[in-house]
């Protein structure tokens, strides 16, 4: 019994030494990497959450050997470092499921990523479709321009070729040039007549701009609902396919059912055929020898021998 006491005692001395070790251990490999690293500073924050992680590991072991040879000093156990070891498992268990969640939620972002890339190319399709509508209807706008400044010179200047010819016909005498106000009376009439006509292509713009804003708006609007359409049909997609997976295998068993009765009623019927052949032979043996039942019809046969 002293001797297992006494064992006891070394092997607790050899354990808090082994710890003693450990801690100056620790303690020398905290110096060393404090004076290697004085000038050095974190690049990011990845470092930066790394280094911090290292001091809490640091601190964490330096308190759990602490804590576990006054243990051992006192009452001869360990559980410190026992539920340590429990403690750091539980956090590697919490490690791998927040990296199942971390891909899954990368996963998750990968795929809205590649949804607003898909939106922002039609969008940018449909930009450079009301572009080009813009862009046809400015060059129609222009070509109108032309062709009505195209007709006018064309007017006046038959007007000009008809009032010649008339008055050389009928050899009237040329008015008087016009005066200087009629003049600039005919110019100020022409510039408002212009001012006019761009004032109405200024508006025809600004209105098919502001239709363009809202067709752009109702163009989104019915994309948001054709999406939601498409997502609340894919979810009935999967409920209905649900449902026929679930009344399939119903459908399987039963006709499962149905083939292993077939099976069994037809085994039965050969049995019961098998038991009626039998039965009709056996029956016919026990007449023809006389048997059990029929053992009656031998005396009968004899008395009519003595008769």
């Known amino acids: 019994m002293e001797q297992n006491e006494r064992i006891s005692e070394m092997d607790a001395l050899l354990f808090a030494l082994s710890f003693e070790v450990v801690l100056l251990l620790m ?3 905290e110096g060393s990497t404090k004076l290697r690293l004085a000038d050095w500073q974190p690049a990011n924050k990845i470092e930066k959450l790394q280094e911090i992680k290292l001091e809490k590991d640091r601190a964490l072991v330096n308190d759990v050997i602490r804590k576990t040879l006054i243990e051992v000093a006192e009452t001869g156990r360990w559980e410190s470092i026992t539920n340590a070891v429990e403690l750091l498992k539980q956090s590697e268990c919490d490690v ?5 969640k971390n891909q899954h939620l990368r996963t998750t972002r990968k795929n809205l990523a590649a949804e607003l890339d898909a939106k922002r190319n039609q969008w940018a399709l449909e930009l450079h479709n ?3 509508k813009v862009a046809v209807l400015r060059d129609k706008m222009s070509d109108d321009l032309h062709n009505a400044n195209t007709r006018l010179g064309y007017a006046e200047k038959w007007l000009f070729a008809r009032f010649e010819s008339l008055e050389l016909k009928l050899d009237v ?6 005066r200087a106000d009629h003049e600039q009376r005919v110019h100020e009439e022409l510039l408002k007549s212009y001012e006019l006509q761009i004032k109405e292509h ?4 600004e209105y098919w701009r502001h239709r363009y804003d809202i067709d752009i708006a109702e163009i989104s609007t019915r994309s948001q609902k054709k999406l939601e359409q498409l997502l ?6 999967t409920e209905l396919q649900a449902l026929y997976d679930l009344h399939e295998g119903e459908m399987r068993g039963w ?3 149905k083939r292993e009765r077939a099976i069994r009623l037809e085994r039965e019927e050969k049995l019961r055929q098998s038991a009626t052949l039998i039965q009709a032979w ?5 007449v023809r020898r006389a048997l059990g039942q029929f053992k009656y019809l031998k005396n009968v046969k004899g008395k009519g021998k003595k008769k």
């Open 27 to 29: 303690k020398i490999l």
């Open 96 to 100: 791998a499921s927040l990296r199942v």
């Open 130 to 132: 009301a572009d080009q």
């Open 173 to 178: 005498a040329r008015a008087p040039p016009p």
């Open 202 to 205: 200024e508006k025809t713009l």
């Open 232 to 237: 609340i049909a894919t979810s009935k997609r």
């Open 255 to 257: 006709l499962t059912f």
């Open 282 to 286: 056996w029956r016919g043996v026990m």
